[in-house]
C-alpha cells in the first residue's frame, strides 16, 4: 500500500541489519510485543524464547505478537538482505516514527525471485506502479 498498490497486506516484514549490536537490540522486540512463532496450524503462535544468537541463527522468523503478524527476513528472495535493500530505501514518517521502506523496484526483484503464487498475482499491479514511477522520474511512493 505504502507504495500505491491497492492490495492490503496483513503483516509487516522486516529485514534487519545483522550486526551484534543491532541484534541485541532487535532480540528485545518480540519479548515487547509478546511475539510467537507463528504456523498454519498454530495462527495463534507458538511460545518461543530467543536471544540475539538465536534471532541470527534462523534467515526468516513468521510471528505473530500483540500489534500483528511480524516477518523477519535476513534474505528476501532475490536480494543479499539488509545492505541491499537499504541502497534504494526511501524515508518515511510513519505514525510518528521514521522508517526505511525498501524501493519498489527491489519488492518488484524479491517478489518476482520468490516466485510464490501470492507475488504472481499481484506482480502485474507492482509492476505497473513501477513503470508510472519510472516514468516520472522519481523513487517515492504517492502520498500517505
Same mark, same amino acid.
Given at each position: ?15 534487519? &541489519? ?9 532480540? #528485545? #522486540? ?7 512463532? !507463528? ?10 524464547? =530467543?536471544?540475539? #544468537? ?6 526468516? !522468523? ?21 545492505? *541491499?535493500?537499504?541502497?534504494? /530505501?526511501?524515508?518515511? &514518517?510513519?505514525?510518528?516514527? =521514521?522508517?526505511?521502506? /525498501?524501493?519498489?523496484? *527491489?519488492?518488484?526483484?524479491? %517478489?518476482?525471485? /520468490? *516466485?510464490? %503464487? %501470492? ?12 513503470? /508510472?514511477?519510472? &516514468?516520472?522520474?522519481? %523513487? ?5
Amino acid at each position: 500500500m505504502i507504495h500505491g498498490s491497492p492490495y492490503v497486506t496483513t503483516d509487516i516484514d522486516v529485514v534487519p &541489519e545483522s550486526s551484534p549490536d543491532n541484534l541485541v537490540g532487535l532480540s #528485545a #522486540a518480540p519479548r515487547a510485543m509478546n511475539a510467537r512463532i !507463528w504456523t498454519v496450524t498454530e495462527p495463534d503462535g507458538i511460545a518461543f524464547d =530467543q536471544d540475539a #544468537a538465536s534471532i541470527a541463527e534462523v534467515r526468516v !522468523w513468521s510471528l505473530v505478537t500483540d500489534l500483528g503478524r511480524l516477518d523477519l527476513t535476513f534474505e528476501p528472495s532475490g536480494t543479499t538482505g539488509y545492505e *541491499d535493500l537499504a541502497r534504494e /530505501a526511501i524515508r518515511l &514518517e510513519i505514525m510518528g516514527t =521514521q522508517v526505511h521502506v /525498501a524501493a519498489l523496484a *527491489d519488492i518488484v526483484r524479491s %517478489k518476482e525471485a /520468490a *516466485d510464490r %503464487k %501470492k507475488d504472481r498475482l499481484v506482480l502485474p499491479v507492482l509492476r505497473r506502479l513501477l513503470g /508510472a514511477l519510472e &516514468e516520472e522520474g522519481s %523513487k517515492d511512493p504517492p502520498e500517505l
